[in-house]
């Protein structure tokens, strides 16, 4: 199913109720290029896929040595 952006700001819940329902992605397309797909969650193929490549990139959790607030502080100074 073909959506538009300016069908999904509008009938966000309806579409995604029809997704998950009859089981069709819905690709959205902004100025006439595809951008992103909705599918449900019982594809489990899909699922199995994602969880593949996520553990083909080996992503280890972000190892921060001083306490979060001095680590937002200078994010700030930056101009973060």
């Known amino acids: 199913m073909k959506i538009t952006m300016v069908e999904i700001n509008k009938q966000a819940s309806s579409i995604v109720n029809r997704v998950a ?17 909705i599918r449900a969650l019982t594809d489990s193929s899909a699922t199995r896929r994602d969880v593949a490549y ?8 972000a190892r921060v040595d001083e306490p ?13």
């Open 21 to 37: 329902k009859t089981g069709e992605p819905a690709i959205i397309y902004k100025h006439g290029k595809p951008i992103a797909e």
């Open 54 to 61: 996520q553990n083909l990139l080996r992503l280890q959790p």
């Open 68 to 80: 979060i607030t001095e680590v937002i502080a200078k994010g700030r100074r930056r101009g973060v």
